[in-house]
């Protein structure tokens, strides 16, 4: 359960948002919409624990977590604005590395079946500066899918994907939530979720 | 170990994740498979390296005593720049790409997965710097033993060099300025590694002991292995915000 009392950002003598007070359950998606400049990556940072909140408190499970809180490294998977690729490095590789990187034992069967479903598969052995931005996009889906990660934050999931891509992510989002995940995502154009699993939470 | 096999052992990596060597493999397989991938830029910077040493001779003079005095010392400066020049690859193609945001949201311990790329920046460019010194020295009329002496001095030395700029290379994330600005951070403290390493050669050519300056080129370098993996972390958390 993501929790949050009194957010407040500023960004030089700007206030982006303040009093921001919700609360995520498990098998929720909270879905963050606004204006561009109204503070969604910034919150969505802060919620990450990327950057650290001007004022307020975030809690996860209850406790109260700081930037880079352990506990919280473990529990979630971050998607930022950029696909995080190495351009000299091929699809697989980067899938490999990513997951690696959070820690999780990962089957080589597993990649190549993530690949395959995010239709990679022919792809993998290409460098990813050869890559479309969607088939960047796709590598980032693949990599959610082998994570086994409790809490998502999505920053602009949909941005580049295709009709297919858009779906893809749908899926998985949903199945995320059905398996008692949560996830936060910024963004402009709808998820296309089941409502009773959505909130929307609307930066002014 | 050759990246092949570095590569290859990225794979037990899983078995204990949270640990420390694995993190540090982490860091120091991908790097180096990455840098594999560019060799070209590699080579600039060797090739960078090369060029500024044989400059001195051909700018300043012929006479051997005079050559084999300013040897150390040039070879040295040499390094200084080449290590400086490479400096920006550490962190800053990562933080472009949005590679080092994972990093850092990583379980892992960040500081193991810096040691790792640190390790990888020196086996890409100090380690070369200093496998070339002794082709290099030839050319300033140093004589064997110096070229040896020379040798270890930039072995225990340029690891310094890496670990050092790594803090600077973070510190310096995302600034408008950030190379110059690097240069300046970094060239100041690379100073006492400079008067130790450079003036191993010249102590040894005054006939006096070598021991105490290596000594203390070895004990800076653990020391920097202790210390500074730690603040480039904290660099790169601080560039986060």
Redesign the interface.
């Known amino acids: 359960m993501l929790e949050v009392r009194d957010l407040a950002a500023q960004r030089g003598y700007s206030v982006l948002f303040s009093g921001l007070s919700f609360r995520v359950d498990a098998g929720e998606a909270l879905v963050i919409i606004g204006a561009n400049g109204t503070g969604k990556t910034t919150l969505l940072r802060m919620l990450a624990g990327l950057s650290p909140p001007t004022d307020g408190q975030i809690f996860w499970n209850g406790k109260q977590v700081h930037p880079f809180d352990a506990e919280l490294r473990g529990a979630l998977a971050f998607a930022g604005h950029s696909p995080s690729l190495k351009d000299e490095l091929t699809a697989d590789e980067n899938l490999r590395l990513l997951v690696a990187l959070s820690g999780a034992p990962v089957a080589d069967e597993a990649i190549d079946l993530a690949l395959d479903a995010v239709a990679l598969g022919k792809k993998r052995h290409l460098p990813a500066r050869v890559l479309s931005q969607g088939q960047r996009r796709r590598i980032g889906l693949a990599r959610l899918r082998l994570l086994q990660r409790r809490l998502w934050i999505l920053d602009e999931p949909v941005t580049a994907l295709d009709a297919a891509g858009m779906a893809l992510l749908a899926g998985l989002v949903a199945e995320h939530l059905n398996g008692g995940g949560l996830a936060v995502a910024a963004t402009h154009a709808p998820l296309g979720l089941p409502e009773a699993r959505v909130r929307t939470l609307s930066l002014a | 170990m050759t990246a092949g096999d570095a590569a290859a052992r990225?794979?037990d990596?899983?078995?204990n994740?949270?640990a420390i060597w694995?993190a540090i493999r982490?860091g120091l397989a991908?790097d180096l498979?990455?840098a594999l991938?560019?060799r070209a830029e590699l080579g600039v910077q060797l090739l960078f390296y090369v060029i500024v040493v044989t400059l001195f001779p051909l700018a300043t003079t012929p006479e051997r005593t005079l050559l084999a005095t300013m040897g150390p010392g040039v070879l040295w400066v040499a390094a200084l720049l080449a290590s400086l020049l490479s400096l920006p690859r550490l962190f800053a193609?990562d933080y472009a790409?949005?590679?080092l945001?994972?990093?850092?949201?990583?379980?892992?311990p960040?500081a193991a997965?810096v040691s790792g790329k640190i390790l990888a920046h020196w086996l890409t460019t100090g380690l070369p710097v200093a496998v070339l010194a002794p082709l290099l020295g030839i050319q300033y009329s140093m004589s064997g033993d110096a070229l040896v002496i020379l040798t270890i001095a930039l072995l225990l030395g340029t690891p310094i060099l890496s670990l050092l700029g790594a803090i600077g290379a973070a510190l310096t994330l995302g600034l408008r300025a950030g190379g110059s600005l690097l240069a300046l951070l970094v060239l100041p403290l690379y100073i006492p590694i400079l008067i130790f390493g450079a003036g191993s050669v010249d102590m040894w050519r005054s006939g006096l002991d070598v021991s105490g300056n290596l000594s203390l080129l070895g004990a800076g370098l653990l020391l920097a292995i202790v210390g500074a993996p730690f603040a480039a972390a904290a660099a790169v958390?601080i560039a986060?915000?």
């Open positions: 990225l794979d990596a899983d078995d994740a949270g694995p982490w991908r498979r990455i991938r560019s193609g790409d949005g590679t945001e994972q990093i850092a949201l990583s379980p892992h960040l997965l958390r986060m915000d």
